[in-house]
């Protein structure tokens, strides 16, 4: 079966760190880029990173040198690494693979983890 | 930055209604355009991009139109399956950066 299944969310104190895991099945990893989205509750969707194929990447501005993305297609597996956490970082963490065509768009989504940032 | 603004935020309509969400783009963004689909307590599901290919498995019942900075989704006739939330998301190209609009959801009249 073709899937995502993120794991590692939790409850972390503001300025603590965390690292998501997302474990690709049914499909070649190494062929597609893959990215993070992030969702607060009841609110909109927010892209989060992203991954080439090649090693490539790529964040927003709210994110940029706090979180790593990174990929070990021997595992089909991706990760990110987040630091310096923020209660603004609480969210649902989806793990998504790029249209193979179009790597901006998200064909493929898991059902995320949960990420919550409190003292 | 490039921003999406949809619309409505909010939508009621009925089975068999035919229903169009709006998506604004501040600036031109081609046709780098995707809709989404959101049910609650589930993952975004790929609808359209490139603002007018349907994505495999999506019924012919939607579809999207548009370029440049406004767009379109277009349920033709609305299925009791479809209540849920719409986004819209585009590419920036320069620097990379995957923005989504605000969402539109869509309840029972």
């Known amino acids: 079966e073709v899937q995502l299944v993120e794991s590692g969310g939790g409850l972390v104190q503001p300025g603590g760190s965390l690292r998501l895991s997302c474990a690709a099945s049914?499909?070649?990893?190494?062929?597609?880029?893959m990215h993070w989205v992030r969702q607060a509750t009841g609110k909109g969707l927010e892209w989060v990173s992203a991954?080439?194929?090649?090693?490539?990447?790529y964040y927003p501005g709210s994110v940029k040198g706090r979180f790593t993305i990174s990929r070990e297609n021997a595992k089909n597996s991706l990760y990110l690494q987040m630091n310096s956490l923020r209660a603004g970082d609480t969210a649902v963490y989806y793990c998504?693979?790029?249209?193979?065509?179009?790597?901006?768009?998200?064909?493929?989504w898991g059902r995320g983890t949960l990420v919550t940032v409190s003292s | 930055d490039i921003q999406l603004t949809q619309s409505p935020s909010f939508l009621s309509a009925s089975v068999g209604d035919r229903v169009t969400i709006t998506c604004r783009a501040s600036?031109?963004?081609?046709?780098?355009l995707a809709w989404y689909q959101q049910k609650p307590g589930k993952a975004p599901k790929l609808l359209i991009y490139?603002?007018?290919t349907l994505q495999s498995g999506v019924p012919s019942r939607f579809s999207g139109s548009g370029s440049g900075t406004e767009f379109t989704l277009t349920i033709s006739s609305l299925q009791p399956e479809d209540f849920a939330t719409y986004y819209c998301?585009?590419?920036?190209?320069?620097?990379?950066?995957?923005?989504f609009g605000g969402g539109t959801k869509v309840e029972i009249k």
């Open positions: 998504a693979r790029g249209l193979r065509s179009s790597f901006w768009y998200f064909d493929l």
């Open positions: 049914g499909f070649t990893f190494s062929s597609y880029d």
């Open positions: 991954i080439g194929t090649a090693g490539d990447t």
């Open positions: 600036q031109g963004i081609s046709s780098y």
């Open positions: 490139a603002a007018s």
């Open positions: 998301q585009q590419l920036n190209s320069y620097p990379l950066a995957l923005t």
